[in-house]
């Protein structure tokens, strides 16, 4: 049986990795790109490829609307943390991280195929693009951040 | 190179709690700013520059200094000794609470037996 010695210190072993856990999330979270920029892009993502496809040649200069962000996206790296690159990427490649990715080729094939030519038709395309694409890019980036975490504290580049 | 590390090795100057949180924070990245770190710490200055002192003398971290656009930056980052030592301990951590994990295991398979009878 254990002794209260040894049991004591597995607790304690138990707190210190979950804290280390947390420590390492949350210099991953914000070492990472604001939440707000993700749903920018994808919110515009969204519009663009609607557009594109409702209304082909008129609709090309929505292209512009991804200027603010990679600007947004220039500024927030100023003073980041540099994340560090991933040493072992085998968990990355045939875990949910490339599942999601296969979905979001799969989602914007199948987007294709419904051809929206009336206004609220392409409201609803916006909308549906959106929420679909925000599900898979959420999925996708925690799936990274876990792998970061583990990477980090797991092995030695 | 990337190199898996299957060696637990318990670090006294990496186990005090505050240390631990330092080098958990720095490993996910290549460097942070001192005042990034600070802040997701919260902890005060002083008490950092005093852990950092600590782990930079046995060569676990590498602090650099230089100045920006008229500012002064400082930068923190793991060394490859301090990155080594930090996933041993980790990993030190981790035999500790298997240890725990396998004993409360058999305490409930004793229990299933004992009520079976």
Redesign the interface.
Known sequence: M?STE??M???R??K??Q???Q??Q???D??GNPRGLLTSVVAVSAVVFTMFQAYPPQAYWLALLYLPLILWYVLTQR???????L??TSNLLTGSYAGYFFLCILLINCLGFWEATHLAEVLAKVVVTFISGMFLVTKMQAAYNRA??Q??????? | MTTSNNSAQFDELIHAPLRLRICASLAPVEWVEFAQLKQNLGVADSVLSKHLKQLGDAGYVRIERFTKLGRSHVRVSLTTAGRRAYVGHVAALREITAGRRAYVGHVAALREITAGE
């Open positions: 254990a040894d049991s210190k597995q607790d072993a138990a210190l990795l804290s280390v856990e420590d390492s949350q210099m991953v914000v070492s003073g980041r943390a540099k994340p560090r690159a040493s072992n970061r975490v990477d980090g504290n797991d092995n030695i580049q």
